[in-house]
C-alpha cells in the first residue's frame, strides 16, 4: 500500500493546475473584467502556491484564488472614520456628497468639459462650477479653481509678488502639516517674505512702516491649526485694505460665508467685503468638496492669476470641477452635516448600538467625549459629541477589518464616534465590532 502522507515532491507539482487553466475557468470571469488580468493572475499565483505547500487540494484552487482577489483595483480601501475628527487629513479630509460622486462618475467617460454641445464650438473650461463659486460667494467679482489650497498661495504669489515683498505678521508663520510652511512655499516661488510685528502682536503700523517700492501684497494668513491666547493683537483685512496695496488672504479652510456653529473661523465672503483683493482656500476643508484651491477676488487679480504660466501647471482634471459644482448646487455636504449634527440626534444612535452591542455579551456603553473639525479648521472649537466606549484591544481588528473602523483610544477605552459615518453604516460598524470581538 502506497504511504499517502509521504507523496514525492514530483507528483505534488504535477498536481498544481496551471494558470492557463486557472484563468480560463468562468468562476474567474467575472474578476477578470472587474479586476484585470495582472491582479487576478497574481491572486491565481497565491492559489497555486497553496496548492504547491499542500495547504490546499488542487481541486480547491479556483476557491482560493477567488478569496485572494482584491476587493478593488486600487489598494486605497474605503474608511468609516469613527474618530471624532471631522477633517482628518490621514483620511482624505472631506467624504464628498453622493451627489459630487455622482457627478464625477457621470463626467468619467467623454463630457462637455471644453465643449458647448448647442453651438458645437469650444467653451470655457468649468463654467458650471466657476458659476456656481461666484453665486455662492457674490461679494467676489471673479473666480479662479486651482489644484490645492498650496497652488492657489502658489499662483498668487507668481502673479503679484515676483522677485517682492511679500508682508507677513510673525504671529502668522503657519506650518499645516508633513512639514509644510506656508512662508517657504512663498519663498519658493520667487517671492521675499517681509516679516512684521511679532508673535502674539502686530499693529497695523508695523505693517505700514514695512511697506515700500518692492512690496507686492500684503498677506494674512490663518493660523488654522493653533490658536494664540493671551497678550495678543492682530490686524484685519478691512484695516490692512486702507494701506492701499492689494490684501490676500488665506483663509484655509473654505468657509465661504459666516457659520455660527464656528465663530472664530474666517470666511470668503466677510474678507472680500472687508476689502481682500484676493481670498484664497481650500475645497476639500469645510467647503466638503474635492481636493481644490480656490481664488476669489478682484476681477483684475483673478484674471492676471488664470493668464499666468504656472496657471496651466495647476489646472485641475474634469472630476474636480464636476464634484465641486455638485457640491456647491447640490445637498448638504457630509462635512456640513457632521459639524452641525444635533447632539441628542447623535446620543439616541451611540445609545442604540451600545445596547446592540452589549446584548452579545461586549462590555459597551455609551460617553460623552469631543469631537474636532481638524485638518486645518476651527483650531481650538470642540463639538461637543458622544461615543460608544469598548475595551481598547477591539482598536487593531477593528482598524485591519473590512471594512475598516477607526476610532480613538482614550485612557484605555476605544472610542467610536458616528459623528462622520452616515447613519446608513450604523448595522456595519455593529457587524464590525462584533466580528472584532470573535462573536
Ligand atoms: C490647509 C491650509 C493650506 C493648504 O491647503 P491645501 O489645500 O492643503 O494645499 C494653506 N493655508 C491654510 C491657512 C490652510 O489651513
Do not use: W
Request: with cysteine; net charge neutral; glycine share 12%.
Amino acid at each position: 500500500m502506497a504511504d499517502k502522507t509521504r507523496q514525492p515532491p514530483a507528483d505534488t507539482r504535477r498536481q498544481v493546475p496551471s494558470a492557463t487553466v486557472l484563468l480560463g475557468d468562468p468562476r474567474l470571469g467575472e474578476a477578470l473584467a472587474r479586476l484585470g488580468r495582472p491582479l487576478v493572475k497574481a491572486a491565481v499565483a497565491t492559489a497555486q502556491q497553496a496548492v504547491r505547500e499542500g495547504r490546499i487540494g488542487p481541486g480547491d484552487a479556483v476557491h482560493a484564488a477567488l478569496a485572494a482577489l482584491p476587493a478593488r483595483a486600487v489598494g486605497l480601501s474605503p474608511v468609516h472614520n469613527a474618530t471624532g475628527v471631522v477633517l482628518h487629513t490621514n483620511l482624505g479630509r472631506a467624504p464628498l456628497s453622493r451627489a459630487a460622486l455622482e457627478a464625477m462618475a457621470a463626467v468619467g467617460g467623454y463630457t462637455d468639459v471644453e465643449l458647448d454641445l448647442g453651438t458645437g464650438r469650444r467653451a470655457p473650461r468649468g463654467r458650471g462650477a466657476m458659476a456656481a463659486l461666484r453665486e455662492a460667494v457674490p461679494a467676489a467679482e471673479d473666480v479662479h479653481v486651482v489644484n490645492n489650497g498650496a497652488a492657489a498661495l502658489a499662483l498668487a504669489a507668481v502673479t503679484l509678488a515676483p522677485g517682492r515683498d511679500i508682508l507677513l505678521s510673525r504671529g502668522e508663520f503657519v506650518e499645516i502639516g508633513d512639514g509644510f510652511r506656508i512662508p517657504e512655499l512663498l519663498a519658493s516661488c520667487g517671492a521675499r517674505i517681509h516679516e512684521v510685528g511679532t508673535t502674539n502682536r502686530t499693529r497695523l503700523s508695523d505693517y505700514a512702516d514695512a511697506v515700500g517700492p518692492d512690496t507686492g501684497f500684503i498677506l494674512k494668513v490663518h493660523p488654522s491649526n493653533f490658536t494664540v491666547s493671551g497678550f495678543t493683537q492682530g490686524v484685519d483685512a478691512g484695516e490692512l485694505a486702507s494701506l492701499g496695496l492689494p490684501v490676500v488672504v488665506d483663509i484655509g479652510s473654505g468657509l465661504l460665508t459666516p457659520d455660527p456653529v464656528l465663530p472664530d473661523e474666517p470666511d470668503a465672503a466677510t474678507a472680500l467685503r472687508a476689502g481682500a483683493a484676493l481670498v484664497t482656500a481650500s475645497g476639500d476643508k469645510l467647503l466638503g468638496g474635492p481636493q481644490a484651491g480656490l481664488v476669489l477676488g478682484r476681477a483684475t487679480v483673478v484674471e492676471r492669476m488664470r493668464r499666468h504660466p504656472l496657471a496651466r501647471a495647476l489646472r485641475v482634471d474634469k472630476f474636480t470641477l464636476a464634484a465641486l459644482e455638485a457640491t456647491l448646487r447640490g445637498p448638504e455636504p457630509p462635512v456640513h452635516a457632521a459639524v452641525h449634527m444635533p447632539l441628542r440626534q447623535l446620543r439616541v444612535r451611540t445609545l442604540g448600538l451600545a445596547e446592540d452591542v452589549a446584548r452579545h455579551g461586549l462590555d459597551a456603553h455609551a460617553v460623552p467625549c469631543e469631537a474636532v473639525v481638524g485638518g486645518g479648521g476651527a483650531p481650538g472649537t470642540v463639538l461637543p459629541s458622544c461615543a460608544l466606549s469598548l475595551p481598547a484591544d477591539l482598536a487593531t481588528p477593528l482598524r485591519t477589518g473590512e471594512p475598516a473602523v477607526l476610532g480613538r483610544v482614550v485612557r484605555g477605552r476605544l472610542l467610536l464616534d458616528l459623528r462622520c459615518v452616515p447613519q446608513a453604516c450604523d448595522g456595519e460598524i455593529l457587524a464590525a465590532v462584533l466580528r472584532a470581538a470573535g462573536l
